[in-house]
Each structure stands twice: as structure tokens, then as C-alpha cells.
């Protein structure tokens, strides 16, 4: 990827980058402005089978990255994109993140590629 973009990170790509060393994902981290939504915080943290070192893994990759907190603009969007694609909470919750600031949101997750008017760049799972 040229250049640095301004990118989205849904929970599954920090999984892949700090937990199981995916080597693309890693690249991502290094060569763009990196955010999250404070929701895939919650995800990752909050995950019941973290073991003690994954926990501190992420918590220290989290510390590094922009975590863009939840307003109401996009609380309503999260809302609007919730209802019209049958999306989950958190799903919501990052692709209306991504459409407030106009970034790009990396994902595995094939279901928000439905989502119109966003810039969905999709990730091949490990």
C-alpha cells in the first residue's frame, strides 16, 4: 500500500496483527495513520478467553493507536446502518466511524461490503 491513508481497523485485523503475527496486517499498522472505534477496544479487551499475554499484547498495541470515541453523530448512523443492513451492534458501531471521518475501514468481515457510500478494503483471513 503507497502512501499513508487514513484507515478503520475492525477487531478482527488487530486480532490478526497482534495476537497471531499476520504479516499483512502488520504492515498496515506500520505504513498508515491507524484508528479504531472505542467499541473494538471493548471487543478486544473484553474477550473471555484472552489469555494474560494476549491481553497485554493488545493493551500495548492499543496504546498506540488513535481510539476515536463514540458521538451521537455517529451513535445515529451506527443506528441508521444498523437497521438498514441487519448489522451487529459493534458492525454498526465501526462502519459508521469510518463514513463520519471518511476513512478507509479494513475488515474480514465480508458483510460490510454491502454498506454503500463506505470505502471497504477487504482482508483475506489468515
Not at 494474560?52 to 481510539?67: A, F, M, R, T, V
Not at 476513512?103 to 483475506?124: E, G, P, R, S
Amino acid at each position: 500500500m503507497a502512501g499513508m491513508n487514513n484507515l478503520i481497523l475492525d477487531t478482527n485485523i488487530i486480532l490478526y496483527a497482534a495476537v497471531y503475527g499476520d504479516e499483512i496486517a502488520l504492515e498496515l499498522l506500520q505504513e498508515n495513520n491507524i484508528f479504531i472505534s472505542d467499541i473494538t477496544e471493548i471487543e478486544l479487551l473484553g474477550y473471555h478467553r484472552l489469555n494474560k499475554d494476549e491481553y497485554d499484547i493488545l493493551k500495548k498495541l492499543l496504546d498506540s493507536i488513535n481510539i476515536i470515541a463514540i458521538n451521537n453523530t455517529i451513535k445515529y448512523k451506527a443506528i441508521e446502518l444498523r437497521r438498514k443492513y441487519a448489522l451487529k451492534t459493534p458492525d454498526a458501531i465501526i462502519a459508521s466511524t469510518a463514513l463520519h471521518h471518511d476513512f478507509f475501514l479494513v475488515t474480514a468481515d465480508k458483510k460490510l461490503h454491502k454498506i454503500k457510500d463506505i470505502n471497504v478494503i477487504q482482508f483475506d483471513a489468515p
